[in-house]
């Protein structure tokens, strides 16, 4: 994109030419910049003008002002010819040029130079026109001013970015002018420009960069605005940029090293297990970023308040950033410091923008070294004096840390036992030998109790024992027994329990030095710590001064400070020793001497008397100057008398032992320089105000000897808080020396810790080890700021809730939360005890439960301790439980959920939306109770399954908050299902709380597949029959029936079409049986074919089967078939192989309310009566065995067809004077005439059986049945009883064979009075359609009603009706003709003929006149349509045949027997050929014998007759002949009428309603006996017929007309309205009236003196309309006028013709209407009629005078 600015145009408006510039202070840059590249390229380019090459215009673009500026614009003629033009100047003095007459010869060019001299800065336009003899043109002349163009993007499209992060992108800025442009960027956020503002040099770029941060995940779409112009000046111009960015939040997935599945996130913990102290364990997870956007974290460590410790966890990636479906791989490494603590650290994954972060817990837990001794003592037994006796012992390692270890004994010869080695490590899961040496000096028996101590352990102890005996002196030897009797014997006579459990004492007591009070050993640190300070007594596990035997004072030596003489050979110094007896027995003390010893002790043996004291001389005498010294001098004190006299047990000796350290360095001698260490350097005690151990591993690094002890100089204080033992000592080489710290922390010792001080080597040397022993007060932390709120609870229900609580303190706790009695009830807590590690978190789930519709407020306790002192120190935290008891309820959405219909048996989800519209959550039960809508249907409640199923009846929802209950239905019935689904409130413990409420309704309808037949066609032989008669024939009624019914169980074994029979005769799963029953016809006459109308009534899709035999069988092969065929299977086969019944489409889908025609044909080609089952099958549905039934009859044979051998006659009541007459059809199914009879002698004895009353006459017992027509059996059927009479007749057939029928009919006391329907039918029922019919295949013309139900009617009325004949085809004209000849009579149709064009309607109407006796009328009327293209063929054809004959009767024909061919021979008639076989299709069965007849046979039942030479030439030449064409064979449409007549004296009381049918003057004749048929009686007013007729009607009619279209006329019914009535028709005189008519009742004001009605019954367009205008009888009710005074007698009005104008009118109405010209259905409309004219006004005003004389006359 292009951005360009013009200057303001400064020159004046009176100059005579035009500036380009137009003044646009703002242009469109885009628009600007394109116009100016275009008028770039147009001045580069070259046009032809006139034959003449040239630039359509000049420009100039450099210029200054003042100067010239020349171009030059050179014309060439590329014409043929020479060219001469005249040169018109430009108009302005800014452009000149010489003017001149150009002349250019062909192919010559001329250059005209044009100066430019400007004066203002501003655009200029002019022009030059050339003129030449074949016209003019003009060249532009333009000088532009160079304008501040930028380039830059239409839009610039950011990376995606995460929220809170940045994203950048670059697009470049050109400066495409020729001037310096500066620019500046206006943006708002989250974009921004860089750099923002800048100076273009002209063609100078320039990238800018554009950063996006945004603070939300959405799209942005900002436009970034561009200034530029002249360096200085206020820019004016403005190009935009448009910038989009799109901003997600990030997210991101920790995922473990182990998984697999990327998809499966770690659990967010990560466990170390058991790492060994001062050892270190890696383990790793990934950070994954499922999201879009780059994502930016950190991991950090979630504070737990000032550290004792630093953290034992270390991640390797503290921040970082993860691509887009990245990972990045996190080592977390854990180094344990604390033997036997388990270290809980939270990292804090956070990240840039999203809307959470997530924790990652590390737990580890710290192992130290575990060692044990093989055997707790060594016995060395009796060993002479000057002896050694040497012992094993094993030091087991059964942990996997490396376990230093130390043994507390001096191995150099000061001690009488002595271990090997005294110090190093034990490996992991392994043990070391140890030697234990026993090298006795004095012969006494020695005990001594030596402690291993081992680092980040508590010492183990080993019990050595030996006796030493000499000549002399013979000790008792002391054994291991004697240690244990000891010991027992030392519980009994203490104060203190026998057994360790019970002897617990308060740790918080004092520890003092061993001359006070109240020190107590409690433990191996303890005992360890009471044997260095020389209190030891070895057998007891705790020890006071009531059970002290020895001690000794003090227990460490040093001699540091000794002064040497430069001359002085050797140097002694000496420090006293005391040992103190506090037993009541004299002691012997004896001190182990050992040689080369600097240390000695004297004296060395002594005796001690009972609780005294002795001193002893320790001196110090080194032989060796410049070195370290250090040993452990060792006393034993034993009883003189060293067994119990009583208990002769033997004591063992005491041992103590003083430590002492020295150097022989001589003063000004350097001492040695110490290499060692400490580990750990830094020691922190447990945070507690009790006892504590911790033990220090100081190493010898160095190879030379190494010195330490204690220095309590710098820090005095320390020396009674803070005890080291040993805490002096040598070292040897490659040894380390294990030291063990002792102390009780406090609330005033530094939290940074303090240092302990050790002087190595007696010199200035010292290493400092750190020691943190600090009380710390216990800290619990409750989320929420100790508040937990509940949401609103229903009452009794339960609500749970997390909260968490964290130890934030370094001690491991336990807690337990107290909850007061009465609260018990409503609040709860999971776990409600435990313990929790340093730093911990623990989710407590709380459970809250009211008991009534209130606020609670509830304060559980959280008591807690420290793990190490149970019981003690225990704190309390409250916590406040804020809660509101409320009442729920639950309801549907739609109180009433209608499914629809569904498929029996089938599946059907739905949901239901459950609504909680109340302050709390509601946990439900829901239950569906289930009823059967169908008062018809009987079922047990409690054994029919429920068809409503729901997926979960136990929930809960969350206030205001829907669920979707999901359930199914299934339908077990064709029924309409009702179900209540009702909830109950569940309680806290899950019990049912409520009881039951409705919640909503579901409503369902089980269907089936239903199919129906509507209507019925019959084509081929059966074209001629009615079709009431089809429809009988096929049973149509009872299939119906079935159709709509349940199937039964049996019925749905195969739910859809299946082969599952191995028989050629399959098993039938249904009881219905059905006969469809195609009539008879002769041999090889046309099939007889039905066309049923299958219409789909349901709401589902039906699959719908015509199964033969065949589609049920399973083929098998031909191997696999055994046995003989039986007689009908034969036939079947004879049946099936020959397709003798056909059926097309077989199988087909019916959607709702969807019509399908099924064409089924029976072909008449071999004589008898043929029978083939086949089912009809409905895919979850019915199934109905379908009896198809053909009869194909000789042709020189007469048979009657009887569709039914039972017929039942219309109900009659008794005492009927004038019994209906009743029809029954018999039907000519053969070739031949057919002359029956009925046997009357049977009607004779029923005669006398019933009192000589003629219960049923025949009036015409004899009679002929032309071929293929049918003719009425006319019944009067006359009961003498109220009951249903059985009535077997014989039909009796000329040469043919009789047939029984039986007769049914019923007698009634009286009709229901009033009843539309008194006299109750059953077969000569009319046939109704059930449905809107669709055209039939192949039909051209539409009848709109098949049938004409004219009800019950008076005899000699006449009743109207109205049809439409519509011509449904697009293309062809028909012909249609009414065949009345029959029922000419009694029913009249107008017009009887006629043609209708494509998509034509006519009207046409139907006359019906009841006879003068009652009758039960059923007609059938044919219509016969001929298409006019099948016409216009067989005339032409029969006009050709024509010709052929007339030039045949005037040509004659040589015969010549050398001809080939011989001419045709014309022929009227076509003969009857012999039949030809049509050859079935070939089975596999080759057993079977020949079932049909070939060419040359003639097909009789199964006989096969050869034919003669004869009569095959007879066949050839007729073949060859040429026959006369046949007229087209008419289609036929039936319409089926019915009516019923009765008794002038019957009908009033019976139709009241109707009584104005009757006819006005009729004379009633009786019939005679033989009930012969009576005519109209006389009298009835005289009418006009003919000519005159129609004259009138058409003249009345006109007048009519005009008469309503008069306004005067409009207006005068207004005033006549409110007239009396001037003008009466004489009524009949009651003599006038038969005798036998009752005489007329008065007439009421209701009920008017003539009334017209009129029937009428049509189709408007392609919708049936049915209106109803009745127009019957003829001038009104012979019942409904009253006497009047005696007036003179007047003419009689002629009421048949008024009739005829009013039903002429109506139908002109409906021909409108269904034209389309008049809505019947439009509101009526006020007219607004034309003012009067004066000549109407003058009318009316005569007509006016004239009605007042009248009034006054």
């Given at each position: ?5 013009l ?10 030419w ?10 469109r840059i ?8 275009y ?14 090459e ?18 030059t ?21 800014f452009f ?5 007459i ?17 004066l203002?800065r ?30 830059v ?69 900002k436009?970034?605005?561009c ?9 004016e ?15 991101l ?38 999201s879009?956007?780059t ?35 996190a ?21 840039s ?15 130290g ?8 003592v ?9 002896g ?61 109790r ?5 680092l ?29 009797l000891?010991?027992l ?9 026998d ?23 409690r433990?191996?640190?303890e005992?360890?710590?009471?044997s ?15 059970s ?43 001190w ?6 600097p ?10 008397a009972?609780l ?17 010294h250090g040993?452990?001098?060792e ?86 808080s ?15 020396q294990?030291?063990?710290l002792?102390t009780?922390p ?58 968490h ?7 491991p ?12 009830e ?6 409600d ?17 009211p ?9 559980p ?6 793990i ?12 406040n ?34 609504v909680?519209n109340?302050p ?6 829901l ?14 409640p409690?054994?029919?399954p ?23 239905v299934?339908?077990?019935?064709r ?8 909830y ?26 239903t199919?129906q ?32 019914s349940n ?13 599952h ?12 049986l ?6 008879a ?22 699959d719908?089967a ?11 092969e ?18 099936q192989?020959?397709?003798?019944f056909?059926?097309?489409p ?18 008449h ?28 009859v ?12 039972r017929?039942?006659?219309t ?44 219960l049923?006459y025949?009036l015409?017992p ?57 006299f ?14 669709l ?18 009617i ?9 049809l ?16 009345q ?5 009694v ?8 043609s ?17 006796y ?60 012999a ?22 046979c ?9 034919l ?8 050839r ?8 064409p ?55 007013p ?12 058409h ?13 005067a ?5 207004i005033?006549?309205a ?13 003599s ?14 209701s ?17 049936e ?39 002429n ?7 409108e ?28 005003k005569?007509?006016a ?5 009248d009034?006054?006359?």
């Amino acid at each position: 994109m292009l951005a360009e600015t013009l200057a303001p145009d400064p020159l004046a408006s009176g100059a005579k030419w035009k500036p380009s510039g137009k003044n646009i202070k703002n242009p469109r840059i885009h628009q600007k910049q394109r116009s100016g590249k275009y008028q770039r390229q147009a001045s580069s380019q070259k046009s032809c003008l006139l034959g003449l090459e040239l630039k359509p215009e000049l420009v100039w673009e450099d210029w200054d002002l003042g100067g010239e500026f020349t171009e030059t614009l050179v014309l060439k003629n590329i014409h043929s010819k020479l060219q001469k033009l005249h040169v018109r100047p430009p108009l302005s003095k800014f452009f000149t040029l010489i003017p001149q007459i150009i002349v250019l010869s062909p192919g010559t060019s001329f250059s005209m130079p044009i100066i430019f001299r400007p004066l203002q800065r501003c655009e200029y336009e002019d022009s030059i026109e050339f003129q030449s003899k074949n016209g003019s043109f003009q060249v532009c002349l333009r000088a532009t001013i160079p304008c501040h163009a930028l380039e830059v993007p239409d839009s610039v499209l950011l990376p995606l970015c995460a929220v809170q992060n940045s994203s950048h992108s670059t697009f470049l800025l050109k400066n495409v002018s020729k001037l310096q442009t500066s620019f500046q960027w206006e943006c708002a956020a989250p974009f921004q420009l860089s750099p923002e503002q800048g100076l273009l040099k002209p063609g100078q770029e320039c990238h800018i960069t554009v950063l996006f941060q945004p603070q939300e995940a959405l799209v942005y779409q900002k436009q970034a605005n561009c200034k530029f112009g002249e360096e200085g000046d206020k820019a004016e111009s403005c190009c935009t940029v448009l910038l989009q960015g799109i901003a997600k939040y990030p997210y991101l997935q920790l995922r473990n090293s182990g998984t697999k599945d990327e998809k499966e996130q770690c659990g967010k913990e990560l466990h170390f297990g058991s790492v060994a102290v001062g050892h270190s364990l890696q383990k790793h997870f990934y950070i994954f970023n499922p999201s879009p956007v780059t994502a930016s974290f950190s991991l950090s460590q979630m504070s737990s308040g000032a550290p004792l410790l630093e953290s034992e966890f270390s991640c390797d990636v503290p921040r970082g950033k993860v691509e887009p479906g990245g990972s990045l791989r996190a080592t977390v490494t854990y180094t344990p410091a604390v033997v036997d603590s388990v270290s809980v650290e939270y990292l804090s994954l956070k990240c840039s923008g999203a809307l959470s972060e997530t924790l990652i817990k590390l737990t580890g837990h710290c192992v130290g070294p575990k060692v044990s001794l093989s055997s707790s003592v060594v016995d060395f037994d009796c060993v002479e004096e000057g002896g050694a006796v040497v012992q094993t012992v094993e030091l087991v390692n059964s942990s996997p840390v490396e376990a230093h270890y130390q043994w507390d004994l001096d191995c150099s010869g000061n001690s009488v036992f002595s271990i090997q080695p005294a110090s190093g490590t034990v490996s992991p899961h392994s043990h070391t030998t140890l030697k234990a040496v026993y090298r006795p000096t004095q012969p006494i028996a020695h005990h001594r109790r030596v402690a291993c101590l081992i680092l980040y352990r508590d010492p183990i102890f080993l019990d050595l024992i030996g006796t030493c005996r000499s000549e002399l002196q013979q000790p008792a030897i002391l054994k291991p027994e004697h240690l244990f009797l000891y010991k027992l014997r030392w519980y009994r006579t203490q104060d203190l329990p026998d057994t360790p459990s019970d002897m617990q004492e308060d740790h918080n007591q004092s520890h003092k030095r061993p001359d006070t009070a109240g020190v107590v050993c409690r433990n191996p640190m303890e005992e360890y710590y009471q044997s260095c300070l020389g209190c030891m007594d070895p057998f007891s596990s705790s020890c006071s001064l009531s059970s002290l035997h020895v001690s000794v004072m003090p227990s460490e030596l040093l001699f540091n400070h000794k002064m040497y003489s430069i001359l002085s050979t050797s140097s002694t110094s000496s420090q006293p020793v005391s040992i103190t007896n506090h037993t009541r027995e004299k002691l012997s003390l004896v001190w182990t001497a050992a040689q080369d010893c600097p240390f000695t002790v004297s004296p060395p043996l002594c005796e001690l008397a009972p609780l005294k004291s002795t001193s002893f001389r320790v001196t110090y005498d080194p032989k060796q100057l410049n070195t370290l010294h250090g040993a452990q001098l060792e006393c034993f004190a034993f009883y003189r008398d060293n067994q119990d006299l009583e208990d002769r047990v033997l004591f063992p000796p005491w041992c103590v032992t003083v430590r002492v350290i020295g150097h022989s360095f001589q003063p000004g001698k350097e001492h040695f320089i110490p290499s060692c260490s400490l580990t750990p350097s830094r020691v922190v005690f447990p945070p507690l105000s009790v006892l504590s151990h911790q033990t220090v591993l100081l190493q010898n690094c160095g190879d030379l000897p190494l010195t330490f002890c204690l220095d309590h100089s710098l820090n005095p204080t320390l020396a009674e808080s803070m005890f080291v033992v040993p805490s002096c000592g040598l070292i040897q080489p490659g040894s380390h020396q294990i030291l063990m710290l002792r102390t009780t922390p406090t609330e005033d010792s530094p939290k940074q810790g303090f240092s302990l001080h050790l002087r190595l080597n007696a010199a200035k040397h010292t290493k400092e080890l750190t020691v943190v022993s600090v009380v710390e007060q216990m800290c619990m932390s409750l989320e929420g700021d100790n508040s937990l709120y509940f949401q609103p609870t229903a009452v009794g229900s339960r609500t749970q809730r997390s909260h968490h609580i964290r130890n934030l303190s370094h001690l491991p706790l336990r807690f337990q939360w107290s909850i007061p009695e009465p609260e018990q009830e409503l609040i709860s807590v999971e776990p409600d005890a435990g313990e929790l590690h340093p730093n911990e978190s623990s989710v407590q789930i709380w459970s809250f439960c009211p008991l009534v519709e209130e606020m609670y407020t509830l304060k559980p306790t959280l008591t807690f301790w420290p793990i190490q002192t149970p019981g003690c120190n225990k704190s309390h935290l409250t916590l406040n439980v804020v809660g509101m008891g409320a009442s729920g309820s639950i309801e549907a959405e739609k109180a009433v959920l209608d499914v629809g219909e569904t498929l029996v048996g089938s599946y059907r989800p739905i949901q239901v939306t459950l609504v909680n519209n109340s302050p709390c959550s509601v946990s439900f039960c829901l239950s569906v109770q289930q009823i059967l809508l169908d008062e018809e249907l009987t079922y047990d409640p409690e054994s029919e399954p429920n068809a409503l199923r729901l997926d979960c009846d136990r929930g809960t929802i969350a206030s205001h908050a829907t669920m979707l209950l999901r359930s199914t239905v299934r339908p077990h019935r064709r029924t309409q299902y009702l179900w209540t689904i009702s909830y109950q409130m569940l309680n806290a413990s899950g019990f049912l709380s409520s009881p039951p409420q409705t919640m909503c309704e579901v409503r369902a309808k089980g269907v089936l597949p239903t199919l129906q037949v509507i209507d019925v066609w019959g084509g081929g032989s059966v074209s001629s029959l009615s079709k009431v008669h089809l429809w009988k024939l096929f049973s149509l009624d009872r299939l119906n029936e079935h159709l709509l019914s349940n199937p039964s169980p049996a019925e749905l074994t195969y739910r859809t079409p299946t082969r599952h029979s191995l028989s050629s005769s399959p098993s039938i799963f249904t009881k219905v049986l059905l006969d469809f029953n195609f009539s008879a016809a002769p041999l090889n006459s046309e099939p007889s074919t039905f066309v049923l109308m299958f219409h789909n009534p349901g709401s589902i899709y039906v699959d719908w089967a015509f199964l033969f035999p065949e589609d049920q069988q399973i083929e098998l092969e031909y191997w696999a078939e055994t046995g003989e065929f039986s007689s009908t299977e034969l036939h079947r086969m004879k049946v099936q192989d020959n397709h003798l019944f056909s059926i097309s489409p077989r199988s087909g889908t019916l959607l709702p309310g969807q019509q399908r025609a099924v064409h089924f044909t029976y072909s008449h080609d071999f004589t008898g009566t043929d029978r083939f089952p086949v089912v009809f099958k409905l895919s979850h549905g019915r199934e109905i065995l379908l009896n198809f039934q053909g009869a194909t009859v000789e042709r020189d044979r007469p048979y009657l067809h009887f569709a039914s051998k039972r017929h039942v006659f219309t109900s009659v009541t008794i005492r009927n004077c004038s019994p209906p007459r009743q029809m029954y059809e018999l039907n000519n199914g053969g070739e031949v005439p057919v002359r029956y009879e009925v046997d009357m002698a049977v009607l004779s004895q029923l005669q006398v059986d019933n009192f000589n009353h003629p219960l049923l006459y025949c009036l015409n017992p004899e009679g002929v049945v032309l071929p293929g027509k049918t003719a009425m059996l006319e019944w009067i059927f006359s009961p003498l009883e109220a009951k249903v009479y059985h009535m077997d007749i014989l039909i009796h057939v000329q040469d043919g064979d009789s047939t029984l029928v039986r007769f049914e009919g019923c007698g009634l006391n009286s009709p229901s009075l009033g009843s539309t329907t008194p006299f109750g039918c059953s077969d000569t029922k009319a046939y109704e359609p059930c449905a809107q019919r669709l055209p039939f295949p192949g039909q051209v013309l539409f009848l709109s009603e098949d049938s004409v139900c004219l009800g019950n009617i008076p005899v000699c009325s006449r009743s109207s009706r109205i049809l439409f004949l519509t011509n449904v085809s697009h293309t062809d004209t028909v012909h249609y003709t009414w065949e009345q000849q029959n029922n000419q009579q009694v029913v009249q149709i107008r017009p009887d003929r006629g043609s209708l064009c494509p998509g034509e309607r006519a009207l046409c109407v139907l006359t019906f006149t009841s006879t003068d006796y009652p009758t039960d009328y059923q007609l059938d009327i044919i219509c016969q349509v001929i298409q006019e293209a099948a016409l216009t063929r067989y005339h032409d054809a029969l006009q050709r045949w024509e010709e052929e004959k007339a030039r045949q009767l005037d040509e004659f024909t040589i015969t010549d027997k050398d001809l080939a061919q011989s001419p045709e021979v014309l022929i009227d008639k076509e003969p009857v050929a012999a039949p030809v076989r049509k050859g079935p299709p070939l089975r596999k069965y080759k057993t079977l014998p020949p079932i049909c007849a070939n060419a040359n046979c003639e097909a009789v039942g199964t006989i096969c007759i050869k034919l003669t030479k004869a009569e095959r030439r007879a066949q050839r030449e007729t073949a060859k002949a040429w026959r006369c064409p046949e007229a087209p064979k008419p289609a036929l449409l039936h319409l089926w009428v019915t009516a019923q007549s009765h008794m002038l004296m019957e009908y009033p009381p019976h139709f009241p309603k109707q009584s104005n049918r009757c006819p006005r003057s009729v004379k009633a004749q009786q019939p005679d006996l033989q009930y012969s048929s009576t005519s109209l009686l006389e009298g009835l007013p005289p009418t006009t017929h003919g000519p005159d007729r129609d004259i009138t009607m058409h003249v009345l009619t006109s007048l009519l007309s005009g008469i309503l279209d008069d306004p005067a006329f409009t207006q005068s019914l207004i005033t006549l309205a409110s007239k009396p009535i001037t003008y009466q028709l004489q009524k009949t005189s009651p003599s006038s009236l038969p005798s036998s008519l009752p005489p007329p009742p008065c007439p009421t004001p209701s009920n008017p003196t003539h009334q017209h009605q009129v029937l009428l019954s049509g189709t408007v367009g392609q919708k049936e309309q049915h209106n109803t205008v009745d127009s019957e009888g003829t001038a009104g009710c012979w019942g409904n006028r009253c006497p009047t005074q005696n007036t003179p007698h007047t003419e009689h009005a002629p009421a048949d013709i008024s009739e005829d104008v009013l039903l002429n009118t109506l139908q002109n109405l409906m021909i409108e209407a269904v034209r389309g010209e008049l809505v019947l259905t439009a509101h009526p409309r006020t007219v607004i009629l034309p003012p009067f004219s004066t000549r109407s006004r003058r009318t009316s005003k005569a007509m006016a005078e004239e009605e007042k004389v009248d009034l006054r006359n």
